[in-house]
C-alpha cells in the first residue's frame, strides 16, 4: 500500500515564505510525475506545479517566480518553496504523485491528505 504525507502549511503575513512536504511510502517500484495542486473555497482544484520524472518543470502563471517545486528521490520527497505569498494564495494545498506499486504493472495516481495554507495579517 502507498501513502503520501504532507507537511509545512500554516498561517503566515503577506509576503511571508512556507515550504511544503510531501512524502510517499510504502511499497513503491518508481515515481513518475510529482505535482502539487490547490483548492480554494469555491473554486475548482488548480495544477500549481508539477515536476516529470526527468526533473522538467511547469508553473501556473500566478505563482511563477515565486513558488519552486523540488524533489529528493533518495526519500521519496516532493517540496514547494512559497516565497512572497499573498492573501490569495489561501487554499488548501495537495500534492500528487504517478506511482507504480510493486505490486503492479501500472501506475496510478496517489494524493495526498492536503495540508492548509493562510496567507493573512
Known amino acids: 500500500q502507498v501513502q503520501l504525507v504532507e507537511s509545512g502549511g500554516g498561517l503566515v503575513q503577506p509576503g511571508g515564505s512556507l515550504r511544503l512536504s510531501c512524502a510517499a511510502s510504502?511499497?513503491?517500484?518508481?515515481?513518475?510525475?510529482m505535482g502539487w495542486y490547490r483548492q480554494a473555497p469555491g473554486k475548482q482544484r488548480e495544477l500549481v506545479a508539477a515536476?516529470?520524472?526527468?526533473?522538467?518543470?511547469k508553473y501556473a502563471d500566478s505563482v511563477k517566480g515565486r513558488f519552486t517545486i523540488s524533489r529528493d528521490s533518495a526519500k521519496n520527497t516532493v517540496y514547494l518553496q512559497m516565497n512572497s505569498l499573498k492573501p490569495e494564495d489561501t487554499a488548501v494545498y495537495y500534492c500528487?504523485?504517478?506511482?507504480?506499486?510493486?505490486?503492479?504493472?501500472?501506475?496510478?495516481?496517489?494524493w495526498g491528505q492536503g495540508t492548509q495554507v493562510t496567507v493573512s495579517s
Open positions: 510504502g511499497s513503491i517500484f518508481s515515481i513518475n510525475a
Open positions: 515536476m516529470t520524472r526527468g526533473g522538467s518543470t
Open positions: 500528487n504523485m504517478g506511482i507504480v506499486p510493486l505490486t503492479s504493472y501500472d501506475g496510478y495516481d496517489y
